[in-house]
């Protein structure tokens, strides 16, 4: 199974930009990268996905190196409720989500 | 309309024992999968149902097993409990569980084996 990695914890003060990086360098062509967070007793919810463009959505944009072998997570203004742990996953063929250990978002106000 | 539903949100079972989890998923959503989060390991993946069957399976023991039924609902079962199988369960629903769909997840069942 394809496998990312992140940093364990992040520090962002409230309102300033954040760049959450991941690497995934055994990636396939066809492996679909998406981005979950998960905030303290709650189910993980989606952020945004994508396969070979940079993305934008209402939450975040997801910026994809040309390679592939990295992306990054942008939260262009964090606030306290975007404190959470925070997963990159790579989505092969089969569907599956294959979860790493996640980087830890913490926003100070 | 309403998301993923798990129940219970709770349950506390001793050893030996086998729990039923249950998990409603999105209207018209087909795909439903199963994950278990621990402190320890994170989250993994059990397995998947799509249309009443599996689909996908992760790396857990035989006592881990699930259903789907032609409501697209799903239960998933654990038998003879350990005390390694207190988690926290949560599902997740697609419309057809394809690698490019968002997955919409439930709240979780907290097991607790004693």
């Known amino acids: 199974d394809a496998k990312t990695t992140q940093p364990n914890s992040m520090e962002s003060n409230e309102e300033e930009p954040v760049h959450l990086p991941c690497n995934h360098s055994t990636i396939s062509g066809t492996d679909y990268i998406h981005w979950y967070r998960q905030l303290p007793s709650q189910g993980p919810e989606y952020v945004i996905h994508g396969l070979t463009s940079n993305v934008n959505n209402r939450m975040a944009s997801l910026a994809i190196a040309e390679d592939r072998k990295s992306s990054t997570l942008i939260l262009h203004r964090a606030t306290l409720r975007d404190a959470a742990v925070y997963y990159c996953i790579l989505r092969d063929e089969d569907g599956k989500l294959i979860f790493g250990q996640g980087t830890e978002l913490s926003v100070k106000p | 309309k309403a998301g993923v539903t798990q129940t219970p949100r709770y349950l506390i079972k001793t050893r030996g024992q086998q729990v039923t989890l249950s998990c409603s998923p999105i209207?018209?959503?087909?795909?439903v999968s199963w994950y278990q989060q621990t402190p320890g390991q994170g989250l993994q993946f059990l397995f998947e149902?799509?249309?009443?069957?599996?689909?996908n399976k992760g790396n857990f023991p035989g006592r881990f097993s699930g259903r789907q039924f032609s409501n697209s609902r799903s239960e998933m079962n654990v038998s003879t409990l350990e005390l390694g199988d207190s988690a926290l369960y949560l599902c997740?629903?697609?419309?057809?569980?394809?690698?490019?769909?968002?997955?919409?997840f439930g709240s979780g069942t907290q097991l607790s084996v004693l």
């Open positions: 209207s018209g959503h087909r795909s």
């Open positions: 997740a629903s697609s419309l057809g569980g394809n690698r490019f769909e968002k997955l919409f």
């Open positions: 149902y799509f249309s009443e069957t599996q689909r």
